[in-house]
């Protein structure tokens, strides 16, 4: 999934023509760097892009006092429709994505049972930290939210107490010690 250019086009068609540094403002207060991998630094770049290939389109340059002119960008009907795509596709795709401790533990002789489970202890501890982190900013967030933000703030969650579980049938696997 391109998930830049579907905040963009959503942000465009959600909220109408707006200049570039409104819609990396949004990414940095959503944080969509940490829910959706998307790097706030990168959407002037795809804008320009998006731009030459129709799917959005410049609307007017605004200059506010002794600020630099900015260019508003608005979504086009190309850009609706690919968005429209982009959404489908990303509904169509329930591939689980490969997770590389399956081959580790096909391969876990080549170390010690004492490195391995410190290892897993360390991953754990770190999927626990993300779990504490996605918590504390659902509570946060939890005012903010409309529609369906707080179900897929819950996914997260989810997954990440998946992971917990999965460690801790693994630490059970490979002997506490």
């Given amino acids: 999934m391109r998930a830049t250019r579907l905040f963009i086009l959503g942000a465009l068609a959600d909220g109408g023509p707006m200049h570039g540094h409104k819609i990396r403002a949004a990414a940095k207060l959503d944080r969509a760097d940490v829910w959706a991998d998307v790097k706030p630094g990168s959407l002037y770049g795809a804008l320009g892009r998006m731009a030459a ?17 900015r260019t ?3 979504i086009t009907a190309k850009g609706r429709d690919e968005l429209a795509a982009i959404i489908r596709a990303a509904l169509a795709d329930t591939k689980l994505t490969p997770d590389p401790m399956q081959l580790v533990l096909l391969h876990r002789s080549v170390i010690d ?11 754990r ?4 930290e993300q779990l504490e982190f996605w918590t504390n900013l659902r509570v946060d967030a939890e005012p903010h939210l409309v529609g369906l933000e707080p179900v897929a703030f ?11 579980e999965w460690h801790d049938q693994l630490l059970t696997a490979i002997g506490a010690d």
Avoid at 154 to 164: G, H, K, M, N, P
């Fill in 113 to 123: 049972d004492d490195e391995l489970r410190t290892a897993v202890r360390a991953r």
């Fill in 53 to 69: 290939e129709g799917v959005v389109e410049v609307v007017r340059t605004e200059q506010e006092g002794g600020m630099p002119a």
């Fill in 125 to 128: 501890a770190s999927y626990a």
């Fill in 72 to 74: 508003v960008y608005g």
């Fill in 154 to 164: 819950d996914q997260t969650l989810i997954r990440l107490r998946a992971e917990l």
